[in-house]
Nanobody
């Protein structure tokens, strides 16, 4: 069992920046593919970005060039740097860890982009 705890969500103005963090329990963090998902009210959860154990990354088209996913295996921590935020980025952001057939989720952190 892996516990994931997200933090860093907040209310921010359009054009602003935020950095989300996700701390994972356990000793196998470096082996997981890690991802950020988000879910806006009334919409399905969608993949924002993921990073493999080898450091390869992939982004949703809607966030390319604005968001950066990274990981610090020494700290068991996943990050999402979000720049040039837009109102349509408003959502609950979830951290996800995958290893073979296992998938774990955090409780989510709220990001609201509004003036």
């Amino acid at each position: 069992q892996v516990q994931l705890v997200e933090s860093g969500g907040a209310l921010v103005q359009p054009g602003g920046s935020l950095r989300l963090s996700c701390v994972a329990s356990g000793s196998r963090f470096s082996s997981y593919t890690m991802a950020w998902y988000r879910q806006a009210p009334g919409k399905q959860r969608e993949l924002v970005a993921f990073i493999t154990s080898g450091g390869s990354t992939n982004y949703a088209d809607s966030v390319k060039g604005r968001f950066t996913i990274s990981r610090d295996n020494a700290k068991n921590t996943l990050y999402l740097q979000m720049n040039s935020l837009k109102p349509e980025d408003t959502a609950v952001y979830y951290c996800n860890a995958v290893l073979v057939d296992w998938s774990f989720w955090g409780q989510g952190t709220q990001v609201t982009v509004s003036s």
